[in-house]
């Protein structure tokens, strides 16, 4: 099985920047791509960002293009997303997820998640 921990939220005010980092161990190797999911107080969980693990291509959400990135360290196991520019909206609960294989089009696809990472932005 695959485990991902979560860590590196907190709170900042706006207009700031953190950066998030989970830590996978077991076996990875079936798993396509990797994301990051957020989910605030009485709304759906959105994807924020994936990335394919072979190859690198990334997908961000509209709401974040241009103030996060998703990256990876494949060496260590480990995924990333630096946020600058936080916004109010941004807060919520932050997982990390690895696809069951190689579909990576929606939250459907993904079967190994965290235990989620707070990320609370106040204006």
């Known amino acids: 099985q695959v485990q991902l921990v979560e860590s590196g939220g907190g709170s900042v005010q706006a207009g700031g920047s953190l950066t998030l980092s989970c830590a996978a161990s077991g076996y990875t190797h079936s798993s396509n791509c990797m994301g990051w999911f957020r989910q605030a107080p009485g709304k759906e969980r959105e994807g924020v960002a994936s990335i394919y693990t072979g190859g690198g291509t990334t997908y961000y959400a509209d709401s974040v293009k241009g103030r996060f990135t998703i990256s990876q360290d494949n060496a260590k196991n480990t995924l990333y997303l630096q946020m600058n520019s936080l916004k109010p909206e941004d807060t919520a609960m932050y997982y990390c997820?690895?696809?069951?294989?190689?579909?990576?089009?929606?939250?459907?696809?993904?079967?190994?998640w965290g235990q989620g990472t707070q990320v609370t932005v106040s204006s």
């Open positions: 997820a690895a696809s069951y294989g190689a579909n990576c089009q929606g939250i459907a696809d993904f079967g190994y």
